[in-house]
């Protein structure tokens, strides 16, 4: 549900604000007031085209901002991008047009792309147009109505859909490329081959560098840590003979002779310790010179193991970590490039049990749309009975086609004048009038299964009059029951069964403002919408129109009863 909506410096409206109830709000105007802007600020938070040249002129960006009580899915999606509710539980979403043809969107506080805000809304506002009722002329919306019906679960369908297309684009890829995929398995296998006799190890690159670097410098190393060692321990270390006495030696010597007064005692001590981390370094470079290779040959081997890897670099990749990832893909992609005799026929004896299961998911699909059909084509005619086409019949037709994302299914929305008369396509059989009036009965009946949503219609009365303006004012009286209805109309009979009206009035200049009317002030209204003229004749003739649509209104009896007296 749209609790509020805020509107800046679109159209002629500099600023608006106003605060939306649940059941039927109706926007009513002169032609050129705005009214159709409301429309566009909505069609804004649904994440439709951002137009600059809505800015009102002299501005430079126009915003558009409304707070949502959502249902837990809308919830989850405002969670995901990372936003959050407000302190009231409501969510805002917004969205800011720059004159330079730039959008931004931000919902529950975070940033977020047009696309998002399309996620969020969908299900909490739908938007009734001119332009909406040409696409229920197109064969995929009318099989989304039937589906809505019908309440249908596709999950199932999709997923073994997707699964036998995926098979079958396989198959038909390793049909068609036989000799090409053959011949790029050759290729493939040589070079996983080449790569696997090396068989290089992530990091061994590196490792080997150093090692290479300290082969060849080895000799120099060993003698540098001899020198050094000899230096602490004595040549006696080494199984020579040196006259001099060894640094340990002397350290120890020196340790030992301080005594008898404190202060050499505290020098001793730390004579000690030199001499404790002197024993540390003897022992890490005993270890340094037993660790230093012996091999003559291994620094041979070592040059010959570089010149494998750089061999694999120069074909493969930049480094041996590429090489690695490439001949993991590599094998990825060649076990899917089986193009033998008995990997083609396993492979299309898959494609077939898929594609039995799709079928047999899709006629689970059309049971249900053929149950519904009937259903939804009883309601939808009813309700064109109480709009001024008394024999109107809806028909929904459905025939078998090719497996498609959505089922086995083609399904049509066709129009008789009446029994007698032969069904026909909407777009042949129904005019601008008629059309708007299909579509709101659908939208009553689809409401019936789906409540708790906010429904906006832009004018769907236009070409209508009399009676069926007065039928209409009634189905959108009791559709806001459980919905939350928003209409811009320009028919008094309509307006007079809202529970809010909201008037866009402009003043001298090029602005307008949006101002929620009652009382007197709503028979005014009212009046000049009748007649063009506020006179005591408008006035008592609106008056005695909205008492009755007002009655209408607060009377309990579901939607269709007046239609059965």
């Not at 708790?452 to 004012?473: C, S």
Request: charged share 25%; net charge negative; with cysteine.
């Amino acid at each position: 549900m749209l609790a509020e909506l805020t509107i800046e410096n679109l159209g002629v409206i500099p600023r608006a604000t106003t605060e939306l109830s649940t059941g039927l709000t109706v926007l009513t105007g002169e032609t050129g007031a705005g009214k159709t802007m409301v429309v566009t600020g909505l069609r804004l938070l649904t994440g439709g085209r951002a137009d600059a040249s809505r800015i009102r002129n002299g501005a430079t960006k126009a915003v558009v901002e409304g707070r949502f009580l959502a249902g837990s899915h809308s919830a989850d999606i405002v969670e995901e991008a990372g936003g959050e509710p407000d302190e009231n539980g409501e969510f805002i979403a917004s969205r800011t047009v720059s004159s330079n043809g730039r959008s931004r969107a931000h919902l529950g506080g975070r940033s977020v792309p047009a696309a998002t805000l399309a996620s969020f809304s969908q299900g909490l506002l739908t938007i009734h147009g001119q332009n909406d009722q040409l696409r229920l002329r197109s064969p995929e919306q009318q099989r989304e109505a039937l589906d809505r019906y019908a309440q249908l679960d596709l999950e199932e369908y999709r997923a073994a859909y997707q699964q036998w297309r995926e098979l079958e684009r396989d198959l038909r890829r390793r049909t068609q490329s036989r000799r090409e995929l053959a011949q790029e398995a050759d290729r493939l296998e040589f070079a996983l081959k080449e790569i696997d006799e090396v068989d290089p190890q992530p990091g061994e690159e590196t490792e080997l560098l150093a090692l290479v670097r300290r082969l060849q410098d080895v000799d120099s190393l060993r003698e540098q840590a001899t020198t050094a060692l000899a230096a602490i321990d004595g040549a006696e270390a080494f199984g020579e003979t040196d006259e001099a006495d060894p640094a340990s030696t002397l350290l120890g010597r020196a340790a030992s002779a301080l005594t008898g007064d404190p202060v050499l005692e505290e020098l001793g001590q730390r004579l000690d310790a030199i001499t404790s981390s002197l024993g540390e370094i003897t022992a890490e470079l005993g270890a340094f010179l037993s660790e230093l290779p012996t091999d003559p040959e291994a620094l041979e081997k070592a040059l010959q193991r570089q010149y494998q890897l750089k061999s694999l670099t120069r074909k493969y990749a930049p480094d041996i970590e590429g090489v690695i990832a490439w001949r993991d893909k590599a094998r990825e992609k060649l076990s899917r490039m089986d193009t033998s005799t008995e990997a083609l026929a396993e492979l299309k004896k898959k494609t077939q049990a898929a594609y039995r299961c799709v079928h047999t998911q899709g006629e689970k699909l059309s049971k249900e749309r053929h149950r519904a059909a009937t259903e939804l084509g009883a309601s939808v005619s009813e309700e064109l009975h109480g709009l001024a086409m008394p024999k109107a019949q809806l028909i929904v037709d459905i025939h078998k086609g090719e497996p498609g994302p959505y089922g086995l299914d083609e399904v049509s929305l066709l129009l008789a004048a009446n029994p007698e008369a032969p069904a026909r396509p909407l777009d042949a059989a129904a005019s601008g009038g008629e059309l708007s009036r299909v579509m709101l009965a659908l939208e009553v009946v689809l409401a019936g299964v789906s409540p708790g949503t906010t429904l906006v219609f832009d004018e769907v009365d236009a070409g209508v009059g009399g009676r069926a303006a007065m039928e209409i004012g009634k189905r959108l009286s009791r559709l806001a029951q459980h919905n939350q209805v928003i209409a811009v109309t320009h028919l008094p009979q309509v307006a007079a069964y809202a529970d809010t009206h909201l008037h866009v009035a402009k003043d001298d200049t090029v602005t307008s403002e949006v101002q929620s009317l009652t009382g007197q002030r709503r028979v005014e209204e009212l009046a000049r919408m009748l007649a063009g003229l506020v006179d005591a004749t408008g006035l008592a003739h609106a008056a005695e129109l909205l008492e009755r649509a007002q009655e209408f209104s607060r009377a309990p009896s579901p939607l269709g009863e007046e239609n059965a007296q």
